[in-house]
């Protein structure tokens, strides 16, 4: 080519590549763009020491869930829904985590939160021990423990806080404090034969009377208390061994609540233990009594905040994973837009200079998305079709070959499955062939043309399901991890879930 004709083309190149003569530099997708772009370039890298590390967990909150809340929260405030920004959306850094454990290729929250928890992954079940314990087995004293990073904290004289909506036993908010060869062991009426191993409950109010952990709001009442004894809701406790952990921690100086009311009256300058349900606390969609998630951070918070070394905090939103698992998409919907607010909360709230906040899930669950639906599909309802004239999608639902509508999301497996055992007296006696037999036992056909016309409004409503299991299934997909404040930077790309510790450990050791 000659040399003339080079020029010319890069000459060319270069007018045709001038932003100023772009046709589309006025739309507005275009702008927005740009304006990222200038956010993007604007943004510098946060290396101050962490005084405080927040860690807010949202159980089973994968990217396929988050997707749902968004859509969800964005069309309550009337608009399509996808194109609503959660306010951790808004964090500048960004990762995926993995979330597998060591020997489960789809993980439970026990070994992702270890992991998140120690810097190591483990195997399915366990809590704060490495994957040399056998799940179920007595643990030995100091046998496979491994350090919590809220240990680390308290070892640089950090107050630690934990607030769950779950059990404050149950898997998650225990890999905080608890060492347990099985996540199951939240009292001691379901540890083995004469196993000495401590329960968790147990582990918990230890590590309030040691001083290892200053606040732990949530749900899980039942394990602290005997079942011959009655709380403050007319449920009997749980436990067999005649304990009462929350007048042992009462005795020793721990502030117990157990509603709105006696969280509101609180001291926060001593520990606290806030126990607000037997079992898991309200989902939001239901909630009446029980304190809302944002209520229980505000007052951790404040419990920790002006303690002169900072603080660890721990947040779960651990029903979204109980509504997941219900096949239920309205409650899991709210409970991490309960979340959000939250968030919301801390963002406006906390000094992000000195403060890690990392918002992420411990794992995904096996939620999908149908059709090409237009604008504006209801994310409980129906997927409508695509409007060519318009942004929002027409009144028109999509058809599966069927002939009936299909919602935006099902579940590949659970309760809600269109499959259903036929009764053997159902079945078809009259083919001979046991094989074909044994098919039909299991049939079924969608029932959605059966739907009542608002049933996306109904909170109790469940998505189609595929394979009929007992309660739908987490999956194995990566999750998002957003952060914002010191040396939040580092956690970016593709990453094992378990280098989330190393982060926070750099960032608070710096
Ligand atoms: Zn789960």
Redesign the pocket.
């Known amino acids: 080519m000659k040399l003339v004709t080079i020029l010319y083309l890069l000459c060319w190149c270069c007018s045709t590549l001038d932003a100023g003569e772009l046709s589309q530099k006025n739309n507005q997708w275009y702008l927005d763009g740009q304006a990222t772009l200038s956010d993007k370039l604007a943004t510098v890298a946060n290396t101050n020491t962490a005084k405080n590390v927040i860690l807010v967990v949202s ?2 909150n994968g990217v396929g869930a988050n997707y749902a809340a968004r859509v969800w929260r964005g069309q309550q405030e009337g608009g399509y829904g996808d194109d609503y920004v959660m306010a951790y959306e808004k964090f500048p850094h960004l990762a995926l985590a993995k979330t597998y454990t060591v020997n489960a290729m789809t993980p ?2 026990a070994g992702t939160m270890t992991a998140m928890m120690t810097g190591i992954k483990t195997d399915q079940g366990l809590i704060g021990v490495d994957e040399t314990i056998l799940r179920g087995s007595c643990l030995e004293e100091g046998v496979g423990q491994v350090t919590s990073f809220a240990s680390m904290a308290k070892a640089l004289g950090k107050k630690v806080a934990i607030v769950s909506t779950a059990r404050l036993t149950h898997a998650t908010p225990a890999a905080v404090y608890a060492h347990s060869s099985d996540r199951d062991f939240e009292d001691d009426t379901a540890l083995p034969a004469d196993c000495t191993q401590p329960d968790i409950a147990q582990q918990l109010i230890t590590k309030m009377l040691s001083g290892d952990v200053d606040v732990a709001l949530g749900g899980g009442r039942r394990h602290f208390i005997d079942h011959a004894t009655i709380d403050e809701e007319g449920q009997a406790g749980q436990r067999g061994d005649g304990q009462n952990l929350i007048a042992r921690a009462r005795r020793h100086g721990v502030q117990y609540v157990w509603d709105p009311a006696t969280l509101a009256a609180v001291d926060y300058s001593q520990p606290i233990l806030g126990l607000f349900a037997s079992s898991h606390m309200e989902y939001e969609a239901d909630r009446t009594s029980d304190p809302a998630l944002k209520t229980m951070t505000q007052a951790a918070v404040r419990a920790v905040e002006k303690h002169p070394a900072g603080y660890f905090l721990m947040i779960e939103a651990g029903r979204v ?2 509504a ?2 219900g096949g239920n998409l309205a409650r899991a919907v709210q409970e991490q837009n309960a979340l959000e607010s939250a968030v919301a909360w801390l963002v406006e709230h906390v000094n992000l200079a000195e403060t890690l906040l990392i918002v992420t899930a411990d ?1 995904e669950h096996s939620i999908a998305f149908n059709g090409y639906c237009g604008r504006g599909s209801n994310i409980l309802g129906f997927c409508m079709q695509i409007n060519k004239q318009a942004i929002k999608h027409t009144d028109e639902p999509l058809l599966g070959k069927d002939g009936k509508p299909y919602e935006v999301v099902s579940f590949t497996n659970g309760a809600s499955s269109i499959l259903q055992e036929v009764p053997e007296e159902e079945w078809y006696l009259d083919i001979t062939n046991q094989d074909i037999q044994h098919a039909l036992a299991w049939s079924g056909t969608r029932k959605t043309h059966q739907l009542a016309e608002d049933f996306h409004a109904d909170h109790d409503h469940r998505q189609e399901a595929l394979i009929p299991l007992h309660a739908e299934t ?1 999956s194995g997909e990566d999750v998002a991890i957003y952060s914002i404040g010191p040396w939040s930077h580092l956690l970016n790309g593709t990453l094992e879930q378990n280098v989330i510790f190393h982060v926070m450990q750099h960032a608070v050791r710096q």
């Open positions: 159980d089973g439970d929250s994973d109980h997941l698992h794992h987490h």
